[in-house]
């Protein structure tokens, strides 16, 4: 049963401050791995999707990396703004079939002006 | 192009009442998947339909139900509603052969008095 696992749960940083979010999961055989933003009382909007045969992905001032062997990823946000403030989460989709997308539990990002 | 609609926002029941969700996929999706992210807590997984069809189902009583009709929309069903079941219940969709949750709307906010 993958697991999904994101630390720390809550962040505060200095606007303009470069940053990077974790992400591990105990299932290396997975499909792909994607970020999400969360506004507070709003659903998700995807972010990044890195599949499982890259290493990374980049949007504008966001960077995501992929490790398969060690079980991790990274969310790189450049320059934080004010306007980064949310809730990150990451999202492992196993191999195969049916098989559910499994959610980290997030962490929670503060950029203060 | 119109994102996933839910209805209603919120939604106020007493404990031991039906509680019954909407959602509209976005045009030509047609995977709906159902999850509950109570306060505190992470996106618990409830259902994935495809095509008419249950694909997958998290480890919720029978109690939580749901459909998806021919037009793709779903319905999410709950009965003997109980305190805990307080939750943003968000609804997300995929389009053919891209089985994972990508577009989301923004839920609607169950709360039981």
């Keep these: 049963k993958q697991e999904v696992t994101q630390i720390p749960a809550a962040l505060s940083v200095p606007e303009g401050e470069n940053l990077v979010l974790n992400c591990s999961f105990t299932d290396s055989a997975i499909y792909n791995l994607q ?44 320059a934080s703004q004010p306007g980064d403030s949310a809730t990150y989460l990451c999202a492992g989709r196993p191999s195969g079939g049916y098989q559910k997308v499994t959610f980290g539990t997030g962490t929670k990002l503060q950029v203060i002006p | 192009e119109a994102g996933v609609t839910q209805s209603p926002t919120h939604l106020i029941k007493t404990r031991g009442q039906q509680a019954t969700l ?33 694909r997958n189902r998290g480890n919720f009583p029978p109690r939580f139900s749901g459909r998806q009709f021919p037009n793709y929309s779903s319905e999410l069903n709950v009965n003997a ?33």
């Design chain 1, 35 to 78: 970020w999400f933003r969360q506004d507070p009382g709003k659903g998700l909007t995807s972010l990044l999707l890195i599949q499982s045969s890259q290493r990374e992905q980049t949007s504008g001032r966001l960077n995501a990396s992929l490790d398969k062997s060690s079980g991790r990823s990274t969310l790189y946000i450049a």
């Design chain 2, 81 to 113: 509603l109980e305190l805990e079941d307080s939750a943003l219940y968000l609804c997300a969709s995929s389009p053919p052969r891209a089985p994972q949750p990508q577009h989301f709307g923004d839920g609607t906010r169950l709360s039981i008095l």
């Design chain 2, 22 to 54: 909407r959602c509209s996929p976005i045009s030509g999706h047609t995977s709906v998947y159902w999850y509950q992210q109570a306060l505190g807590l992470g996106l618990q997984f409830l259902l994935w339909y495809d095509e008419g069809e249950e």
